[in-house]
């Protein structure tokens, strides 16, 4: 069984910036392929950025390229997702998400097979 623990949510103003990380834990918890996901209330989840299990390739969506970077730490079996320019419309639940979608699927939230809890994340204007 795998673990996967979200944190560094919070309130900011809009043009602020937060840091997510996920911290990854369990019996099986080898280097997956990982994303960050969102769901804002009333919409569904969509992908947000992703990045291989040796952190040598990264996807992102159309609507946060330029503005947050995902990386990983995989010593430490750690996610990170750099908010930064942040906007109204990124207000939502950040949830990170192991062993799935590998390249071009990567937004696929169908082909995740393990899931964390989620970090809130609200801006303000």
């Known amino acids: 069984q795998v673990q996967l623990v979200e944190s560094g949510g919070g309130s900011v103003q809009a043009g602020g910036s937060l840091r997510l990380s996920c911290a990854v834990s369990?019996?099986?918890?080898?280097?997956?392929?990982m994303a960050w996901f969102r769901q804002a209330p009333g919409k569904e989840r969509e992908g947000v950025a992703a990045i291989s299990s040796g952190g040598g390739n990264t996807y992102y969506a159309d609507f946060v390229k330029g503005r947050f970077t995902i990386s990983r730490d995989n010593r430490r079996k750690l996610l990170y997702l750099e908010m930064n320019s942040l906007e109204p419309e990124d207000t939502a639940m950040y949830y990170c998400?192991?062993?799935?979608?590998?390249?071009?699927?990567?937004?696929?939230?169908?082909?995740?097979?393990?899931w964390g809890q989620g970090t809130q994340v609200s801006v303000s204007s």
């Open positions: 369990g019996y099986n918890s080898r280097n997956y392929f």
């Open positions: 998400a192991a062993d799935g979608g590998y390249g071009d699927v990567w937004s696929e939230v169908a082909r995740y097979n393990y």
